[in-house]
T-cell receptor, first 116, second 112 residues
């Protein structure tokens, strides 16, 4: 099946610093990737839709200047949390579509961000 | 936008019993409804999905039903096993690379 990786899996940073999270589709090309945020014992909250070669589309209430998304190639999308604060601490998950399916998305393993 | 509601939030069953999780959606344009299983600390995994042109789909012990008129769909797990214990999420999408909206999740506990 399709494999999606994320790096890093876990990161701890100081308040005010920026953190970059990478999402890669390892064995397929992903025209579209999604970024989600998941709070403890809560559902997945869609943050933005990332399309290769174009600007990301952000969901209402998500600050685009705070969460910078770049989809540089068909296999890589990055999420940068700028000037991180403790309230940004969360589990961030990306997902990607395979080129052969227009419906099924495959999730990355997630990144646990802790901002001190 | 789409709004997906999921019930119950927690469900505890005895091994061998059946479990049913229900979801409703608001946007009649949604036509693809996947179910995901998420074990603690792991990524969500697709376990079954259904498209709006089908009323029911079955895969071994797992089945999903869809009622388009009422805008609700359900996950049925029969002969539950302890390894079925996890959080289950329903989702709705308009398909074709469109975004997904997730339910709030159901924590299923199967007691041996």
């Amino acid at each position: 099946g399709a494999v999606v990786s994320q790096h890093p899996s876990r990161v701890i940073c100081k308040s005010g610093t920026s953190v970059k999270i990478e999402c890669r589709s390892l064995d397929f090309q992903a025209t579209t990737m999604f970024w989600y945020r998941q709070f403890p014992k809560k559902s997945l909250m869609l943050m933005a839709t990332s399309n290769e070669g174009s600007k990301a589309t952000y969901e209402q209430g998500v600050e685009k200047d705070k969460f910078l998304i770049n989809h540089a190639s068909l296999t890589l999308s990055t999420l940068t949390v700028t000037s991180a604060h403790p309230e940004d601490s969360s589990f961030y998950i990306c997902s990607a579509f395979t080129s052969g399916s227009t419906d099924t998305q495959y999730f990355g393993p997630g990144t646990r961000l802790t901002v001190l | 936008g789409e709004n997906v509601e999921q019930h119950p939030s927690t469900l505890s069953v005895q091994e061998g019993d059946s479990a049913v999780i229900k979801c409703t959606y608001s946007d009649s344009a949604s036509n693809y409804f996947p179910w995901y299983k998420q074990e603690l600390g792991k990524r969500p995994q697709l376990i079954i999905d259904i498209r709006s042109n089908v009323g029911e789909k079955k895969d071994q012990r797992i089945a999903v039903t869809l009622n388009k008129t009422a805008k609700h769909f359900s996950l049925h797990i029969t002969e539950t096993q302890p390894e079925d214990s996890a959080v289950y999420f329903c989702a709705a999408s308009m398909g074709n690379f469109n975004k997904f909206y997730f339910g709030s999740g159901t924590k299923l506990n199967v007691k041996p």
